[in-house]
């Protein structure tokens, strides 16, 4: 077995923003709300870190605060890590994001990558 890294399609920019995360049942009807913290970000996911794991459903409604952007997107969590101080760490990969969206992500991560 190989000890190299998996190359990311996009890098990740380290941003500590707040989130907001919608999960939602079989019928529709919302299931839990979260709130959770954005450790890094990128164009194709982000790292959350909260205090408990998310249920288990195929999507979820996110919420991204940029500065001063709020973007809203769907997401599914690609990997999930309880950490030896309680929290939980959520890996989300994006699955769809308007371009509006999209470009004020960018454009955040741009900003971040330059300062």
């Known amino acids: 077995m190989s000890d190299q890294k998996k190359e990311r399609k996009y890098p990740r ?15 529709g009807e919302l299931e839990k709300g979260y709130t959770a913290t954005t450790l890094n970000v990128s164009e ?8 408990n794991p998310l249920p288990h459903v195929a999507e979820f409604d996110l919420t991204l605060a940029l500065d001063d952007e709020l973007i809203k997107l769907k ?7 309880k950490r030896e101080d309680g929290l939980v760490e ?23 990558k330059s300062s």
Do not use: S
Not at 44 to 51: D, F, I, S, T, W
């Open 44 to 51: 194709g996911g982000m790292l959350v870190e909260a205090e």
């Open 13 to 27: 920019v380290e941003k500590l923003c707040f989130t907001a995360v919608k999960a939602y049942g079989k019928n």
């Open 90 to 112: 959520m890996g989300f990969r994006f699955i769809d994001i308007g371009d509006e969206e999209l470009k004020i992500l960018q454009n955040a991560l741009k900003a971040e």
């Open 75 to 81: 997401g599914e969590v690609a990997h999930l890590k």
